[in-house]
């Protein structure tokens, strides 16, 4: 079953712009993830945000954390061409924290 | 950096036809991981080894097996391929621990069963 789910399924935005993609969870987590995946390839690591953490930044990402409506943004701020790919969350199982629960993704097109 | 390699981007069988995916890290990662990524489904989890011989069923074990011979080699087998196998299949490790770590992924195996 999934535990994340993104919101939006998929976002258009002009390059320069800031893209803000929300990810909502069902269980209790130790922490959550981003991922990046550019079209036809894996999955590259963005950023983990632990439980105990409320907003996290790498670059021009900023990933917030709300355990008590158990949900996660994340922001990237001027964005590029470049940044064009799909965004997954995941999450660990308290049960189990070596596997990861990803959700289904935002499509983000940033127009040159 | 962390390398984790597929054998084949992309692969083309026929059904019944028995086939391997292998995958090989080269970080000395305990854990390793297949997921199957489908359109509207996201990531599924088949296997995963947290140990060389040691195996667990992921979320979507059924029709598939895999393999642990050695640390850095993580097979995944289907049987006897079937259409409903036509997915991309992803290999990832990480390291092994009480807390999670971040997963690496390899480019990815395009499936395709006809």
């Known amino acids: 079953s999934q535990q994340g789910e993104e919101d939006p399924q998929a976002l258009s935005i002009q390059e320069g712009e800031n893209a803000t993609m929300n990810c909502s969870y069902k269980?209790?987590?130790?922490?959550l993830q981003w991922y990046r995946q550019n079209s036809g390839r894996g999955l590259v690591h963005l950023i983990l945000?632990?439980?105990?953490?409320r907003e996290k930044h790498s670059g021009r990402l900023r990933v917030t954390l709300d355990t008590s409506k158990k949900s996660s943004s994340l922001l990237i701020t001027a964005s590029r061409a470049a940044d064009t790919a799909s965004y997954f969350c995941?999450?660990?199982?308290?049960?189990?924290?070596?596997?990861?629960?990803f959700g289904s993704g935002t499509r983000l097109l940033v127009r040159p | 950096d962390v390398k984790v390699t597929q054998s084949s981007r992309y692969l083309v069988k026929r059904t019944g036809e028995k086939v391997f995916l292998e995958c090989v890290q080269d970080m000395d990662h305990e854990n390793m991981f297949w997921y199957r990524q489908d359109p509207g489904l996201g990531l599924r989890l088949i296997y995963f080894?947290?140990?060389?011989?040691?195996?667990e069923k992921g979320d979507i074990p059924e029709g598939y097996s895999v393999s642990r011979e050695k640390k850095e080699r993580f097979s995944l087998i289907l049987e006897s391929a079937s259409t409903n196998q036509t997915s991309m299949y992803l290999c990832a490790s990480s390291y092994s621990g009480r807390a999670t770590y971040e997963q690496y992924f390899g480019p990815g195996t395009r499936l395709t069963v006809t």
């Open positions: 080894s947290y140990d060389v011989k040691m195996k």
């Open positions: 269980t209790s987590i130790n922490n």
């Open positions: 995941a999450t660990d199982r308290k049960d189990s924290s070596y596997k990861l629960i």
């Open positions: 945000i632990r439980s105990n953490e």
